[in-house]
């Protein structure tokens, strides 16, 4: 009976161990840490070409395919994805240390914006300008 006991607290502590290290890490394939984003700050109407016009607020953008013939990045607001665009990644050589974004000023007052230096990225993150599609950006 003694055994029998022992047996069921060593179950019972491992079971509760694996759940409990589970829940801290999030569970397998739940997650994209591998996945590089960063938080930007729009205080205007932003246009990204070939994506969406975002308003203003703070968005994540993060690296949904990193392939150089092919490369894009996507902006979430809070858990939604509002938008995607093409961007050509430019290798810095370092990891940038501020978040910055280039962008022109429209006629309508808007920014259009043509690139990104993302904190913590090791990429410059450029738009194409040949076509620009106006999503909701909510």
């Known amino acids: ?36 984003s960063a938080d930007v700050d729009f205080t205007q ?20 395919n990193s392939d150089a013939s092919a490369a894009e990045v996507g902006f979430y607001r ?3 994805l509002v938008g995607e665009a093409a961007v050509r990644l430019v290798d810095k050589g370092n ?7 280039y962008a022109s000023i429209q006629d309508d007052h808007s920014q259009l914006v043509t690139e990104m230096d993302l904190s913590g990225w090791t990429e410059k993150v450029i738009f194409s300008q040949s076509d620009t599609t106006i999503g909701s950006g909510e």
């Not at 990891?95 to 910055?100: G, H, S, Y």
């Open 1 to 36: 009976m003694n055994t029998n006991k022992s047996k069921s607290i060593l179950t019972t502590t491992a079971f509760v161990l694996f759940f409990t290290g589970t829940a801290l890490a999030g569970f397998p394939g739940h997650h994209n840490s591998a996945r590089k």
């Open 45 to 64: 109407t932003t246009k990204v070409p070939n994506g969406p016009t975002l308003q203003p607020g703070t968005y994540k953008v993060a690296l949904l």
């Open 78 to 80: 809070g858990d939604k």
């Open 95 to 101: 990891k940038i240390r501020e978040t910055e974004v």
